[in-house]
């Protein structure tokens, strides 16, 4: 029996059509049990554009107004507590006034304000040097402005601490699970393993359950916690009707984390 | 054979070694893993509700798969609520949903993990459920 070109070239073509039919019924039939609209954030989750903190220096007073905030925070992520300070690991402290404005060069700055303890953490900034330098994408920032850390995808290179010019990245030199106090660890959140790097994450694990940062909840109105996004928010009032410094603007990283010495 | 008795003995000997773990270890090294899925926890839920996330054959075969697409969904996208095939919704969580039910980690993941000689490093972070000693 012999074939002509046009029934060959017919029979070649229905086959074809009959091939591909055939993958994507079976495809249909097999559900795939792994897929990604099977997950949604949490309907209560706290959702903004950009997240930002004001800190009103003149809310915190005492050692203890510094220490109810940083103790807030660092149990809650089980941050250990490490004496020496060439390994200690920090994602809220406090550093006195000049030193956290070096660029306020104000010759006869009042020596109250001078040796003023101030709170300083990450500042979430618009544009992170921390991400740009990450060669494994660990750190990244999220849609809502946070720069999230991904402790999976560490590799401890430390390129982001040289990096990030606020000091706000902690190297684990050693394993931080014998530092935490096993009767105020936190069963809810994970611990860090040694060689990644940490700092504050924002909170982002109680955002998702639409609780605000546990600094901002601590501080008794010291820390006030929204979104610069939301031209109603209270971080946008306070900042609209108040003057307020950043930590080294001029170097373009656009922090956001304001600092008001009191409020009007 | 040339020097046959030689040949034999090297045999029997050569034989002799390669078979003796198995003589000496016996049925220890071989018994089957058997996971528990009798914590308090579990048995606190009426008979009906006592189910995984998933189907038990789908954990058993894709279990590590699950958990890394959990990871990305929470840690990178921020989804912190899973929908399960059978509809029911559950957050996002190893330590606190997982572990919540399998509060027995020696006796659930170690048991098989030991098996098959696999080390997963999830627990030098997530912190593990206390256990009692028995």
Redesign the interface.
Known sequence: MSINRRDFLKVAGISTILGFGGISAADAVR?N??E?S?????PK?LVGERWALVIDLSKFKTEADYRRVIDACHNTH?VPDIDNPKQEIKWIWKETFEHVFPEQEDEYLAEEIKHLPVLTLCNHCDHPPCVRVCPTKAT?K?E?GIV?M???RCIGCRFCMAACPYGARSFNYRDPRQFINKEK?N???????KGVVEKCTLC?ERL?KGLKPACAEASNGGIIFGDLEDPDSEVRKILSTNYSIRRKPELGTSPSVYYVLRRG | MYNGWKIIIGLVLFVGLVIAPFIFSGEKATAKPDPKVDTPEILKLPENERKCV?SKE?IKR?HM??LN?W?D?V???????????SGKQY??SL??TCMECHSNKKNFCDECHNYAAVKP?CW????EP?EKES
Request: charged share 25%.
């Open positions: 559900k049990l792994v990604a099977q997950v949604m954030p949490n989750a089980n990244f999220r809502d999230m991904d402790m999976h660890e069963p809810e959140f994970p611990t860090r393993m982002y998702a | 998933e789908y894709e798969k699950l697409q990871r969904w840690v990178r996208d921020g989804n912190t609520l899973y929908t399960s095939s957050t996002i330590q606190n490093y030098d972070c997530h912190i206390k």
